[in-house]
C-alpha cells in the first residue's frame, strides 16, 4: 500500500511538472519580439526566448533574434524565465468602482500618461494591448492614487506567455 502512495505522489509531480511546460503557440509571437537561437546557453531549457525560437517553423526565413554579444557565461541580459504569467486586456472595468467624477478624470490623464500616449491608452483601454503583471501593478497603484481602497479589475486575465517585456 504505501508503495502505491509513493508512485502516485511520483505520478503527480510529474504530471504538475510536464503540464506547466505548456508549448508556445509561435503565432503569438510578435515579430518584433527577440528570440534566442542559443542552444547552447545553460539557461536555454528555462529561458523563454530560447524556448519560442524552438518553436519557429523552418519555413520561417527571418526573425527578430538576442545577438551574440549578449551571449554570457554568468548570465544573459535578456534572459526570460519560461512560465506563463497572468496577463489581462481591456481597462473600461477598471473604472467601475470609481464613483468620483474627479477621480476619473485622474486616473484617465496619469494612465494616458504612464502608458505614453493617447493613441496608446486607448489601445490598452480596447484591449489590443495585452497588459502584463508589472504594468497591471503600476495601473492598479494609480488607480488607488485617487481612489484608495477600490478593488480594480480589468476585462479580461488569463494565463499566457509574456511577450510584452522586450
Not at 41 to 69: D, G, I, N, S
Not at 78 to 95: D, I, P
Not at 99 to 112: D, G, P
Not at 151 to 160: A, H, I, R
Request: proline share 4%; net charge positive; charged share 25%.
Amino acid at each position: 500500500m504505501q508503495k502505491s502512495f509513493e508512485m502516485f505522489g511520483i505520478c503527480l509531480r510529474m504530471y504538475y511538472l510536464c503540464s506547466s511546460m505548456i508549448a508556445i503557440d509561435y503565432k503569438k509571437i510578435p515579430d518584433w519580439w527577440a528570440v534566442c537561437p542559443n542552444q547552447n546557453c545553460k539557461m536555454a531549457e528555462t529561458c523563454l526566448r530560447q524556448q519560442a525560437c524552438r518553436q519557429l517553423p523552418e519555413k520561417l526565413k527571418y526573425w527578430t533574434c538576442v545577438l551574440p554579444h549578449q551571449w554570457k557565461d554568468e548570465g544573459c541580459e535578456r534572459y526570460l524565465k519560461y512560465e506563463t504569467v497572468r496577463m489581462a486586456w481591456g481597462l473600461n472595468r477598471v473604472y467601475q468602482n470609481v464613483q468620483e467624477k474627479y477621480a476619473r478624470s485622474a486616473i484617465r490623464v496619469t494612465l494616458t500618461s504612464l502608458l505614453g500616449s493617447k493613441g496608446s491608452y486607448y489601445r490598452y483601454k480596447d484591449g489590443e494591448r495585452l497588459i502584463n503583471p508589472k504594468k497591471q501593478q503600476e495601473i492598479i497603484d494609480v488607480v488607488h492614487r485617487f481612489a484608495p481602497g477600490v478593488d480594480v479589475e480589468f476585462d479580461k486575465t488569463f494565463d499566457d506567455f509574456d511577450f510584452t517585456t522586450v
